[in-house]
């Protein structure tokens, strides 16, 4: 596997923000990644906390905007940042919309195969770790997993399905329940055909129903003047079942008066990163 | 006067950032700005602290990606941040180049006909206050100033002319001594004239050589790895200059490493909230 090649790089709290590029094979395509590396990465292996973008955005909208860089530098984090599709393979329709194809990766493996370069889920889940051990200060072993609106889809998600890699997961305004609201709808059918029963392992609300342990804690903060809560990201059947299942500890916060955007990120992002950096350095 | 309409808001950090279009008398266009109310706004009037912007931006760069509201808001500080040129006027050749014309008002008074609506010096020192005042939380008799590259240039000059209204001054990479660097010499040559008596009035190194007092104090953020340092930014004649002058409390910091990006703001905005409310709220 060739290392991946760096684009440019920023200081930024002491630490970098590292932009690279790679060939991946999972998406058949060059992939884009941003990585900062706290100031503790000059000396010692550091925790990996992944950060998975909603619609639209790419590698760099977290690391411009959300300001995360300065906890995670106290706590000793490194923060990645994945696209979120693939890129450049210009296939018909991939621009069309802001929901689906470019952009709208979903987090998924899609088995329609007009789109099978889109396998963001086992990019996210296998690859970009592996692209990641040519970093000796990363220690990919230990991470955890955030993310925003359908990246929070994206953390809910993987995060579940992969209790050994993930040791704790959080959420900004995530789509919790794709089956039944219409960007999820549209994703699962483009990317996943008309089998419900594939549509269900993409599904946070049922995939927290099945998730069999150990112990998970979930942070997640959606703010009550969010554009799409109403219809998208309306989270009440998750959190009905992630209350039911003794596995979940749940922390779901209705944050007063913010909305969907980078701001409300920016505003609670500290308390994600506490909370994973407490299960990430526990003993 | 009309009030200015509101054109969008967020809350961040329990204040708002909220964005506005009025009609400029001294730029005869609309003009956008950005307000940062911080949450103390709700309750009674706070001190305003200006930031300008550099070459290319408008009045949303410093809000999206510098983070300086968390510290705003735990000190209980304004930021207003506003655009960097008159847009609309569509005079020949205006968006012809990154760093002349549109987006690149250099915070001064043009003189030169073709140029007349670029009256941003006038803009910030005397209407955009008189704006503010329909903000009742806003004490805009309470101000300080800040800026960045052509901003930080702006913050110099504005701040170092008229003391009666700023009371702290502080600037990331200014632009020290336009008078002999080339985006100086482009800017004061198209929007003066030649006549280098009038550029004096807006070459911070020539400004802080004549102040006269009172006692101000100055902080300036340079990085090391700025790609602009040698050739613009170069501030020993500056630095020089406001050594020598009593009146001045100077503290100028190389930073090692870090670069002319929003990220090496957002490294250290602190430290200059912290200058700023420290004079802001002297007694």
Redesign the interface.
């Known amino acids: 596997m060739p290392a991946p090649e760096l684009q440019k790089e ?5 630490g970098w ?1 590292k932009r690279f590029k790679h060939e991946s094979t999972a998406c058949s395509c060059p992939m884009t990644f941003s990585v900062f590396f706290p100031p503790q990465a000059a000396g010692r292996k550091v925790p990996v906390v992944y950060y998975l973008a909603g619609l639209t955005c790419n590698d760099e909208n977290f690391m ?2 959300a ?1 995360a ?2 906890r995670a530098a106290e706590l000793g984090l490194a923060l990645v940042a994945p696209d979120t599709s693939p890129r450049g393979h210009n296939v018909a329709g991939e621009a069309e919309s802001w929901d689906f194809g470019v952009g709208a990766g979903f987090y998924l493996n899609a088995k329609v195969d007009k789109w099978k370069a889109w396998q963001m889920y086992e990019y996210i889940t296998v690859e970009l770790p592996e692209v990641l051990r040519s970093f000796s200060s990363l220690d990919i072993d230990n991470a955890s997993i955030m993310g925003h609106s359908m990246g929070g889809h994206g953390a809910l998600v993987l995060g579940l399905r992969n209790p050994g890699k993930y040791k704790s997961i959080s959420a900004f305004a995530p789509i919790t329940h794709p089956m039944i609201e219409p960007w999820g709808q549209k994703a699962f059918s483009g990317y996943l055909g008309e089998d419900r029963e594939t549509w269900k392992q993409y599904d946070a609300t049922e995939v927290v129903k099945a998730f069999g342990g150990p112990e998970r804690k979930i942070l997640i903060d959606q ?1 009550s ?1 969010d554009d799409f809560l109403k219809e998208h990201l309306n989270a009440d059947d998750f959190v009905r079942a992630a209350k039911a299942n003794p596995c979940i500890k749940l922390s779901y916060r209705l944050q007063e ?3 969907h ?4 990120i ?2 609670f992002v500290d308390d994600h990163l506490n909370l994973h950096a407490e299960e990430l350095f526990k003993r």
């Open positions: 920023n200081k930024v709290f002491g923000v411009q905007k300001g860089q300065r703010g003047k008066g913010y909305d955007s980078y701001y409300t920016a505003t």
